[in-house]
């Protein structure tokens, strides 16, 4: 299981920073963003079942989020500072960009940059240079300048659907199957009607609206309810990881076939499934595992960290190390010193207060 997050993030990567060796795409950013929040909505309900199994005590519900909170924003924020340091240096324009806003508009930017909570509505947002007012528009890259632009941490938007999932997340896993069956309907129903009707089948609309972002976290929720099912189905652990590691590597060569009315390809549909098919039979098999547990904690510092990486390649002393493989490198070794002097001390305070509270 964490080998998998761990390609999933270096996905992300090369859709951002170059291709591995110039060569190898792996499924690409968009598909491995909406496979992490399959991943995330299983792992938020076993979590929720089990750990904070009280969250209808209000108290519990504050140490759930605030124990997200902890998972997300140390990390976040360190590689924040460095990212502004970066820029000072090298990227002055993009930091003087801000003067162009009016005051709301940038103490909204300025919040959203520090606390990442509504990072995903900016890619609905133009700029209005006249006055400095943000208005919405239905393409941002009709925009100019664009507003993602502003975000220091440009991928930190999909931690602010993240962020919308764990405050709703509580009340979720308590309601019956029926019903998150039928949520997933009415989501599946909104993104089609969104695509095909509106005629919104373009970034952001395709994979930022949290309404329709929705679907893939309650898919994990009714995978982990499944769980001891699709355990028990028998399937090989080491053949299912050989296929879905396969499959992520090789995406980008599978023809894609369009479905009629339905806004995703025939291909992205069984890799979808496939994902939420593995999930709690890798989880299973691997949970016990420290080297794949270690290799799985490196996914969130990869995927936070390698646009960072990525700007401090650009500068002409390291231009020869602006390639996808190096960033990739850099981005994997600066992952492990993240884990190792931030992840890992704040994951034994978040599980010393999980502990606390069940004995207060």
Same mark, same amino acid.
């Given at each position: 299981?964490?080998?998998?997050?761990?390609?999933?993030? +270096?996905?992300?990567?090369?859709?951002?920073?170059?291709?591995?060796?110039?060569?190898?795409?792996?499924?690409?950013?968009?598909?491995?963003?909406?496979?992490?929040?399959?991943?995330?909505?299983?792992?938020?309900?076993?979590?929720?079942?089990?750990?904070?199994?009280?969250?209808?005590?209000?108290?519990?519900?504050?140490?759930?989020?605030?124990?997200?909170?902890?998972?997300?924003?140390?990390?976040?924020?360190?590689?924040?500072?460095?990212?502004?340091?970066?820029?000072?240096?090298?990227?002055?324009?993009?930091?003087?960009?801000?003067?162009?806003?009016?005051?709301?508009?940038?103490?909204?930017?300025?919040?959203?940059?520090?606390?990442?909570?509504?990072?995903?509505?900016?890619?609905?947002?133009?700029?209005?240079?006249?006055?400095?007012?943000?208005?919405?528009?239905? *393409?941002?890259?009709?925009?100019?300048?664009?507003?993602?632009?502003?975000?220091?941490?440009?991928?930190?938007?999909?931690?602010?659907?993240?962020?919308?999932?764990?405050?709703?997340?509580?009340?979720?896993?308590?309601?019956?199957?029926?019903?998150?069956?039928?949520?997933?309907?009415?989501?599946?129903?909104?993104? +089609?009607?969104?695509?095909?009707?509106?005629?919104?089948?373009?970034?952001?609309?395709?994979?930022?609206?949290?309404?329709?972002?929705?679907?893939?976290?309650?898919?994990?929720?009714?995978?982990?309810?499944?769980? *001891?099912?699709?355990?028990?189905?028998?399937?090989?652990?080491?053949?299912?990881?050989?296929?879905?590691?396969?499959?992520?590597?090789?995406?980008?060569?599978?023809?894609?076939?369009?479905?009629?009315?339905?806004?995703?390809?025939?291909?992205?549909?069984?890799?979808?499934?496939?994902?939420?098919?593995?999930?709690?039979?890798?989880?299973?098999?691997?949970?016990?595992?420290?080297?794949?547990?270690? +290799?799985?904690?490196? @996914?969130?510092?990869?995927?936070?960290?390698?646009?960072?990486?990525?700007?401090?390649?650009?500068?002409?002393?390291?231009?020869?190390?602006?390639?996808?493989?190096?960033?990739?490198?850099?981005?994997?070794?600066?992952?492990?010193?993240?884990?190792?002097?931030? @992840?890992?001390?704040?994951?034994?305070?978040?599980?010393?207060?999980?502990?606390?509270?069940?004995?207060?």
């Amino acid at each position: 299981m964490g080998l998998l997050r761990f390609l999933l993030a +270096i996905s992300v990567v090369t859709a951002h920073c170059g291709l591995l060796f110039g060569k190898i795409e792996f499924v690409g950013g968009e598909m491995a963003v909406q496979s992490f929040f399959i991943i995330s909505g299983f792992y938020m309900s076993l979590v929720l079942d089990g750990k904070y199994s009280a969250t209808s005590n209000f108290k519990q519900y504050k140490l759930f989020i605030s124990n997200r909170l902890l998972r997300l924003y140390p990390v976040y924020w360190l590689v924040l500072c460095l990212t502004i340091i970066v820029f000072a240096i090298n990227y002055q324009s993009k930091l003087s960009n801000f003067n162009l806003l009016n005051l709301p508009a940038l103490l909204y930017l300025i919040f959203t940059n520090i606390f990442i909570f509504f990072q995903d509505i900016i890619l609905f947002l133009g700029i209005n240079v006249s006055n400095g007012c943000l208005y919405f528009t239905s *393409n941002f890259q009709n925009a100019n300048p664009q507003l993602h632009h502003f975000l220091l941490i440009p991928q930190g938007w999909s931690l602010g659907i993240e962020l919308l999932f764990y405050l709703i997340a509580p009340i979720l896993v308590k309601q019956k199957t029926k019903l998150i069956v039928w949520l997933i309907l009415f989501s599946l129903l909104l993104r +089609i009607y969104i695509y095909q009707f509106l005629q919104l089948n373009h970034d952001p609309w395709t994979y930022r609206f949290f309404p329709t972002e929705l679907v893939f976290f309650l898919i994990g929720i009714i995978v982990q309810r499944q769980s *001891n099912t699709l355990i028990n189905l028998g399937i090989n652990e080491s053949a299912l990881l050989i296929i879905i590691g396969l499959m992520t590597f090789l995406y980008a060569l599978f023809p894609s076939v369009d479905l009629y009315y339905f806004p995703f390809s025939l291909k992205s549909i069984i890799y979808f499934g496939l994902i939420a098919l593995s999930i709690p039979i890798l989880f299973d098999r691997f949970k016990d595992q420290t080297i794949d547990r270690k +290799i799985g904690e490196l @996914s969130y510092p990869i995927y936070i960290s390698h646009m960072f990486v990525y700007f401090f390649t650009r500068h002409p002393l390291f231009s020869q190390f602006n390639s996808g493989s190096f960033v990739i490198l850099f981005t994997i070794i600066f992952s492990m010193v993240l884990v190792k002097y931030i @992840s890992e001390p704040i994951e034994k305070l978040r599980q010393s207060r999980i502990k606390q509270s069940k004995t207060n």
